[in-house]
């Protein structure tokens, strides 16, 4: 079938209802455009896994806060609906400002204290822009699946929390992050970094690397591991926003009976913020 764009929310229902009465699963992966190789991993795995994709490019607006990359947000709808056609997704999900907010919208969600921690701090109602996007969104497409990336794995727990919280019939998959051959997460924001900031981008990686290897060689002062990685990667040239040893279930600080940890970090570098994290399962 040759990729279906829509711009408004009937017809987008009508095609996702005409399948699902067919007993087809649906897959849907949200995303905000500027495709790159880690979306379309989400949309294979979205195809592995049910028999019709839907993707939707949409920058939302709510989850930027003042003085943030919204405006200059990379938008590049026409070449990543050729991608999307390429790799045989279904339908693309094209809404306009307009048809998602209404300008008296007073609705959104908010999704407890997971929603303060870590970026939570830092771009206060981000999170809450994100799940008021996500929820309207399911709620358009009524996906059986919904597909979303590890890189930002607090956004992924905040969702499932939501979506649990909320009782959404749809399943969630997180997907491992893509990196780049040494180590870089891909990102839409990685397209800010200059040369130099490009090749220094990958220290974030590595001394998530290096923290995860001292933990599972039993290493449990948290906050001195911490401590090492922020001076490694200030001395480097990073301003580093956090670097913390988490649970996995609800990112509070790590404590020596949790089965598993995860390191979030953030840093901006020169200009960019850039986001990724670890999982450490205990041995
Ligand atoms: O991860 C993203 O690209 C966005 O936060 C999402 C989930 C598409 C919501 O706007």
């Not at 048809?99 to 929603?115: H, M, R």
């Not at 890189?151 to 893509?178: A, W, Y």
Request: a neutral charge; charged letters at 20%.
């Amino acid at each position: 079938m040759a990729l279906q764009v829509c711009k408004d929310i009937d017809s987008i229902r009508q095609w996702v209802a005409k399948w699902r009465s067919n007993g087809e699963a649906v897959g849907f992966v949200p995303t905000m455009g500027n495709l790159h190789a880690g979306h379309l991993h989400l949309v294979e795995q979205a195809q592995k896994r049910t028999d019709r994709v839907v993707v939707s490019i949409f920058v939302n607006p709510l989850q930027f806060g003042p003085g943030e990359d919204f405006n200059a947000y990379p938008r590049t709808v026409d070449e990543d609906r050729k991608k999307l056609e390429g790799f045989g997704v279904d339908l693309l999900f094209l809404p306009t400002n307009a048809g998602v907010f209404s300008n008296s919208a007073s609705t959104t969600v908010a999704v407890g204290d997971l929603s303060g921690r870590h970026c939570g701090r830092s771009r206060p109602g981000h999170f809450s822009g994100v799940a008021t996007i996500v929820c309207k969104l399911l709620n358009i497409v009524q996906p059986n699946q919904l597909f979303l990336g590890e890189k930002d794995f607090q956004q992924l727990l905040i969702v499932r929390k939501m979506i649990s919280e909320l009782n959404f019939p749809v399943q969630v998959k997180g997907i491992p992050t893509v990196r780049e051959n040494d180590g870089l997460a891909l990102s839409s924001r990685n397209s800010y970094l200059n040369a130099l900031e490009r090749q220094s981008a990958p220290l974030l990686y590595q001394s998530l690397c290096r923290a995860k290897e001292q933990i599972k060689n039993g290493r449990r002062d948290w906050a001195g591991i911490e401590k090492e990685q922020v001076e490694i990667l200030e001395k480097a040239g990073f301003n580093v926003d956090f670097f913390s040893i988490c649970s996995v279930d609800d990112l509070l600080p790590a404590a020596n009976d949790h089965a598993s940890w995860v390191i979030l970090a953030a840093v901006i570098l020169g200009q960019t913020r850039l986001i990724d994290n670890i999982q450490i399962m205990r041995s």
